[in-house]
C-alpha cells in the first residue's frame, strides 16, 4: 500500500512543536498494547492525520497533555477483504483509499465522496477514522458509511466491540467512544453493484469547502422504476443522517411527479438543521429538499 508522502516529516514537525510546550508529551506508539495502555491516561488523546486535531490545538480550543500518534502504526493502516466484507484501518489516509483498487472498484461512492473532501494536502493526512471520531454533522465520509450500512470497529482494554456508524455518532463533536477505547477500523459490506452512486455536496465555494448540506444516495433503477433507493444527508441535523421516511416512500415505486413532490416534502421534515456561519436553517432544509427532487428528476432523464 502507498504511504501519505507527507506522513513521516509532519509528525515530527508536530511532535517538536508541542514538545516545546512544558510538561506536554509526545508518543509514536508501537503497537495496539501501547496504544492502550495510555490512552486512560489524564490529558491522553490520539493524533492521526491532525487536520481536526492540530487546528483544535492551534487556536487553544483543546490542550492535550499526552498526544499518541498512531498514523505509522500497520495494524491500523490496512484495506483488507473479509469476506463479503471490506476492512479499512483508521489510520488509512483519504488518498491511499483513492488509490486503492478495491476501494475504486466496489466502494464508488466512497471514492466519489473522497475526491470532494479537503484538498490534496488534506487527503494525504487526513483518515477515515479521524474524520468519524471527528463526529462533525458535515462529515463527509459518513455519508457514505451510512449508506453502505457500514459498523465501526471499536477497542478498549476489555476487547472489541462493533456499532452501526449510524449508532456512532451521538450529537456535535459527540461519538460513542468511551474512556480508553479508540476507533480501529470501519467494516463495510460490500454494496450490490447495480446501485449507483451520486452525492452532491453545497458549499461556499466548489473546492475546499465544508458541506453547507450534503445528499449523498446508492440508487437502483429500471426505467422509471425505483428498485431500491438509499438516501443519506450530512450539515442538515446534530449528526449525518439517512432519510429513511423519503426512502420508505420511495422504494419499489415509479417516479412522477407527485412522489418526486412528496419525497421533497418528507425531505424537508426529516431534517433539523441550524443556522450558522455558513447558512440559514431555512436555506439549508430548502436546499436539501431541491437535491432529494433533483436527484429522482434525474431519474427521468436518463
Ligand atoms: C483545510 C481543511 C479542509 C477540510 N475539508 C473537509 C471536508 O471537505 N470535508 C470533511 O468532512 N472534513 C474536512 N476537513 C476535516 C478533516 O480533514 C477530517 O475530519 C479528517 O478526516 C480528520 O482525520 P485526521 O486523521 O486528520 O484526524 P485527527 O485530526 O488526527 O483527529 C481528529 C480527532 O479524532 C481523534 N481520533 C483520530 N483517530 C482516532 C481513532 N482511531 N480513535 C479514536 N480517536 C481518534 C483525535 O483524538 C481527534 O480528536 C478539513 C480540514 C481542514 C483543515
Same mark, same amino acid.
Given at each position: 500500500m502507498t504511504r501519505a508522502r507527507f506522513g513521516t516529516s509532519t509528525g515530527w514537525k508536530i511532535s517538536r512543536w508541542w514538545r516545546r510546550s512544558v510538561g506536554r508529551q509526545y508518543l509514536k506508539v508501537n503497537s495496539i498494547g501501547e496504544l492502550l495502555e495510555n490512552l $486512560?491516561?489524564? $490529558?491522553a488523546m490520539i493524533l492521526c492525520g491532525g487536520t481536526d486535531l492540530v487546528v483544535k490545538m492551534r487556536s487553544g480550543l483543546l490542550s492535550p497533555e499526552l498526544l499518541l500518534d498512531i498514523s505509522d502504526l500497520p495494524e491500523l493502516r490496512e484495506i483488507k477483504k473479509n469476506g463479503s466484507k471490506i476492512e479499512i484501518g483508521t489510520a488509512v489516509t483519504q488518498s491511499e483509499l483513492l488509490a486503492s483498487e478495491i476501494v475504486r472498484e466496489r466502494l464508488p461512492l466512497l471514492i466519489t465522496v473522497l475526491s470532494q473532501l479537503g484538498c490534496v494536502q488534506i487527503r494525504n493526512r487526513g483518515t477515515l477514522g479521524g474524520n468519524l471520531v471527528n463526529a462533525?454533522? !458535515? !462529515?463527509?465520509?459518513a455519508i457514505p458509511l451510512l449508506l453502505y450500512d457500514a459498523e465501526v470497529i471499536l477497542t478498549g482494554s476489555q476487547g472489541e466491540r462493533r456499532l452501526a456508524v449510524k449508532d &456512532? &455518532? @451521538? $450529537?456535535? $463533536?459527540?461519538?460513542a467512544l468511551s474512556n480508553g477505547e479508540f476507533l480501529r477500523a470501519v467494516s463495510i459490506p460490500l454494496p450490490n453493484p447495480k446501485l449507483y452512486p451520486f452525492f452532491h455536496k453545497i458549499g461556499r @465555494?466548489? !473546492?475546499?469547502t465544508i458541506a453547507i448540506a450534503s445528499l449523498g444516495a446508492l440508487l437502483h433503477v429500471e426505467g422509471d422504476l425505483i428498485q431500491e433507493v438509499r438516501l443519506a444527508a450530512g450539515s442538515v441535523a446534530p449528526t449525518p443522517i439517512r432519510l429513511r421516511r423519503v426512502e420508505e416512500r420511495a422504494n419499489g415505486k415509479r417516479v412522477t411527479a407527485s412522489l418526486i413532490e412528496e419525497a421533497r416534502k418528507l425531505a424537508q421534515q426529516s431534517v433539523s438543521p441550524i443556522a450558522d456561519i455558513r447558512a440559514s436553517a431555512d436555506y439549508r432544509r430548502t436546499v436539501i429538499a431541491d437535491l432529494v427532487a433533483h436527484l429522482f428528476e434525474g431519474v427521468l432523464h436518463v
Open positions: $486512560g491516561k489524564p $490529558g462533525s454533522p !458535515a !462529515a463527509d465520509s &456512532f &455518532f @451521538r $450529537g456535535p $463533536g459527540k461519538n @465555494r466548489k !473546492a475546499l
